[in-house]
């Protein structure tokens, strides 16, 4: 529960004297940014306008889809792109909520200067999201439940540590190949602006997640260790190996329909399986070292995949744990 902040605790703020938790602060200034300077708004989007590579949405690279007509192609990817840009914009509203009640919470002066700064950046990010939604001129597809569960309880959560690892350390270390991918395969200019700005603080925001629950770690029994990456890395290897299947095939389906295309329950399993064969190359990819999930590196970093930890657990043979580890070495 929330507790009132009384006046002699600010005269006497204590920061942890973290270099790399101030630094953080100080980036969030010097790397600042103006919604409305640096991001050219007046770039029209188009309505029949390529936003975004086939390649990037779910079942997007398999023969069948290539196969369809490019307007259903267009139409089905700028859906997916929409209802992913919506999601991303109702985050950064429950990541502003997040920060705030983290900068109510924590007494570390540092923490608490992050915090706010954050505030700042998400605040920033879902205008920014909303903009562009707008502009696309299409209401987008709603969240799903689960997507809504995870936020309403993170919404409703009120420690400092579980506030700061769902939201800093695992749902943004998630988000960042989230928005690699978006910004790797981005057509349009200002997609491409927007998503540049926002993955530069957001990987700052990460950044804190990871120190500090690093620091957590590093001042904290084995048990209580164990007990903390017995939460996490069954959620985070989940993350890392989760892959488009049938309920993103639902909604591909969903939009071929809207898109005139006929016989598009037809199509289903051909999708699927053409899409289990690049899951296959993609999870060899990744446990062979070529492409280790952000996810995986951040839970590195932050010392749940020490040696006693993944014996305790069990993990030591993971094979994405081990590409992780092995790929630190390398």
């Given amino acids: 529960m929330l507790r009132a902040m009384r006046t002699r605790e600010l005269l006497h703020l204590h920061n942890t004297g973290h270099q790399g938790i101030n630094a953080l602060f100080s980036k969030a200034h010097s790397a600042d940014w103006d919604i409305d300077r640096d991001v050219d708004w007046t770039v029209p989007i188009g309505p029949q306008e390529v936003l975004?590579?086939?390649?990037?949405?779910?079942f997007g690279r398999t023969a069948t889809f290539q196969a369809l007509p490019e307007a259903v192609r267009r139409y089905a990817t700028s859906r997916g792109l929409g209802r992913m840009l919506n999601i991303l914009q109702v985050g950064e509203s429950v990541a502003q909520d997040v920060c705030a009640k983290i900068a109510l919470l924590v007494r570390e002066e540092d923490y608490r200067n992050h915090a706010a700064a954050q505030a700042m950046d998400e605040a920033r990010h879902h205008l920014a999201y909303r903009r562009f939604i707008e502009k696309m001129g299409a209401e987008p597809e709603d969240i799903d439940a689960g997507t809504?569960?995870?936020?309403?309880?993170?919404?409703?959560?009120?420690?400092?540590?579980?506030?700061?690892?769902?939201?800093?350390?695992?749902?943004?270390s998630v988000a960042m190949d989230i928005f690699e991918s978006l910004r790797t395969h981005a057509r349009h200019p200002l997609l491409r602006d927007i998503l540049t700005l926002i993955t530069r603080d957001e990987s700052r925001h990460m950044g804190f997640g990871v120190?500090?629950?690093?620091?957590?770690?590093?001042?904290?029994?084995l048990a209580e260790r164990v007990s903390f990456a017995r939460r996490w890395l069954g959620q985070m290897l989940f993350a890392a190996t989760d892959q488009p299947g049938p309920i993103m095939?639902?909604?591909?389906?969903?939009?071929?329909?809207?898109?005139?295309?006929?016989?598009?329950?037809?199509?289903?399993?051909?999708?699927?399986?053409?899409?289990?064969?690049?899951?296959?190359a993609e999870r060899a990819a990744a446990v062979s070292g070529q492409r280790i999930p952000q996810v995986m590196k951040s839970a590195r970093r932050a010392g749940l995949l020490e040696a006693d930890i993944l014996d305790a657990l069990g993990l030591a043979e993971h094979p994405l744990i081990r590409a992780t580890l092995h790929a630190s070495q390398a």
């Avoid at 120190?211 to 029994?221: D, F, I, K, N, S």
């Avoid at 329909?257 to 699927?272: H, T, W, Y």
């Fill in 52 to 58: 975004i590579d086939d390649a990037w949405s779910a």
């Fill in 148 to 172: 809504e569960t995870m936020f309403d309880a993170l919404l409703a959560a009120d420690a400092p540590l579980e506030l700061i690892a769902t939201e800093q350390f695992f749902l943004e």
């Fill in 211 to 221: 120190l500090y629950v690093a620091e957590w770690m590093r001042t904290h029994g």
């Fill in 249 to 280: 095939l639902g909604r591909l389906l969903r939009r071929l329909r809207e898109a005139g295309v006929d016989d598009a329950d037809a199509l289903g399993p051909r999708l699927l399986r053409e899409q289990q064969a690049i899951n296959v």
